[in-house]
T-cell receptor, first 110, second 115 residues
Framework: GENVEQHPSTLSVQEGDSAVIKCTYS??????FPWYKQELGKGPQLIID?????GEKKDQRIAVTLNKTAKHFSLHITETQPEDSAVYFC?????????FGTGTKLQVIP | DTGVSQDPRHKITKRGQNVTFRCDPI?????LYWYRQTLGQGPEFLTY????????KSRLLSDRFSAERPKGSFSTLEIQRTEQGDSAMYLC?????????????FGPGTRLTVT
């Protein structure tokens, strides 16, 4: 089955700096890559996604890139704010069966 | 659109008891998913429904687990003879299978503690 690895497991940045989270996946059949933000005591919230026929997607301060050849995808958050502090999960999906990474705890220091 | 809701939000039970959780998906969504999340890990897929049909079950879903979606709307997840290893957050998500849509939207989860 699909295996998703995510790095780093924790990340601290100063407010205003950028944050980058990287993931790799194993199954070349995966065709959809969502990113979720999870705050304490809440369910995961979809923040951005990308499909396998697209290399990059941007939504305001958040961007995601996908390298299908290398099976890598990354999340970039620019101009970080304290409210960006949360756990972020990458995921890879085949036919709507979603496999999640182990999460990155992002702390934005004011 | 009120989002995905789950009930209860917290459940504490003694080992050996049965528990049942409910999920109400976003109203027009025809797919519903159950996931389990343990501390420090990402959600793990358990099962999913398209309308009332259960289309896939993970090997994580032992015989003590059963899920239903009788009318293609809300769903229930029952765990029989609970064990301490069942302690986790149980998450429900829903999506609309139409026009290549892939997005899954999660509820707040039910946190189960088995003592």
């Amino acid at each position: 089955g699909e295996n998703v690895e995510q790095h780093p497991s924790t990340l601290s940045v100063q407010e205003g700096d950028s944050a980058v989270i990287k993931c790799t996946y194993s199954d070349s059949a995966s065709n959809y890559f969502p990113w979720y933000k999870q705050e304490l005591g809440k369910g995961p919230q979809l923040i951005i996604d990308i499909r396998s026929n697209v290399g990059e997607k941007k939504d305001q301060r958040i961007a995601v890139t996908l390298n299908k050849t290398a099976k890598h995808f990354s999340l970039h958050i620019t101009e970080t704010q304290p409210e960006d502090s949360a756990v972020y999960f990458c995921a890879a999906s085949i036919d709507q069966k979603v496999t999640f990474g182990t999460g990155t705890k992002l702390q934005v220091i004011p | 659109d009120t989002g995905v809701s789950q009930d209860p939000r917290h459940k504490i039970t003694k080992r050996g008891q049965n528990v049942t959780f409910r999920c109400d998906p976003i109203s027009e969504h025809n797919r519903l998913y159950w996931y389990r999340q343990t501390l420090g890990q990402g959600p793990e897929f358990l099962t999913y429904f398209q309308n009332e049909a259960q289309l896939e079950k993970s090997r994580l879903l032992s015989d003590r687990f059963s899920a239903e979606r009788p009318k293609g709307s809300f769903s229930t997840l029952e765990i029989q003879r609970t064990e301490q290893g069942d302690s986790a957050m149980y998450l429900c998500a829903s999506s609309l299978r139409a026009g290549g849509s892939y997005e899954q939207y999660f509820g707040p989860g039910t946190r189960l503690t088995v003592t």
